[in-house]
């Protein structure tokens, strides 16, 4: 395929910039307090009616520049990444919830892919020698054939978020070989953390435990509990996208824990970390059982452990009883809401 490199400006400054999209988010949080202890500016770019969002990176919020930028506008885009001459690009903007993308898939679409296009554009309309990292997933593999998955895994989505999510990542790798860009794609398996939102089954369960534990609500309605995941720590796998973008060469990364645990494991780990005993508490309601769930979902993350030299750091144990110890203090503090009973 035709190589057309262009000739690329570089960014004279000291100071590296990270300018990264979804910056309000989880990883968006884990990601910028990465790179600002290793000296780096980083800006976020939030779209204008999410404002407010911008109070979610707490502690960080002081120490970030925020600007409010349409992303499905690309002009916006593109005098952004003129004006602020990134050195790296962090894409990780996205509706994280998948089952909502259901309800908007050109939304989704539009979101997920067309902003991955967008930035892309801007970098190499621009001919800035950016490096630029694509937040992929593995809903990408979806509907499974083998287990565990790899970077060599057929693709095989099975919602529209895992289809924009494929879509973006090709994009991103015609811009890497088409026009000789430096881009990488993290497939990451699902990562957790106490800034997940209580949709999300980890947290959903953390903030249970520590709801019952305090006597704030008597019981968890859960829906399939022999669902398996891989599930690791949030603050681990955005080490992995930092370092993706520190290689001599761009390339792509399944990143996961490659270890299967099912619902029922994480609920025994949240009720043991307050010393309950869960089947006391746990009620499943099949109405929350999702259609379709046969597959297995779980990394070979073989290729970042012998090239990025990425392990992650956080067991499934010490995450989940990080997680429930988080939500304990909250709640003790009064600064979130008691879950249980009947939620998604
Ligand atoms: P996902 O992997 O992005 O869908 O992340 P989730 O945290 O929403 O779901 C993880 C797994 O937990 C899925 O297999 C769900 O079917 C399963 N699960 C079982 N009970 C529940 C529940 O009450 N809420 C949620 N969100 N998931 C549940």
Redesign the pocket.
Known sequence: MANLSIPFHINESMTSTALITGITGQDGYYLSRLLLDKGYRVVGLVPPDRQESVTKLDDLADRVDIYSVDLTDSQALRLAVEQLLPTEVYNLAAP????DSWADPLGTLDLITGTATRLLDAIRAVKLRTRFYQASS??IFGDVQSAPQSEQTPFRPKNPYGAAKLHAHWTMVHHREHYGLYACSGILY?H?SPR?PP???????SLAAASIKLGLTDRL?????D???DWGFAGDYVQAMWQMLQMKAPDDYVIGTGCLHT?RD?VAAAFAAVDLDWTGYVE??PT???AD?HFQ?VANPTKAKQKLQWTPQVSFEELIEHMVRQDLERLQAGTVAPLGGH??
């Open positions: 994280s919830f998948v089952p593995s809903e699902n957790e997940r949709q999300f089954v980890t947290r959903k369960i309605v859960m829906g399939n509990l669902a398996k995941r619902v994480l499943v309601d929350l059982i999702r769930e979902l939620s998604s």
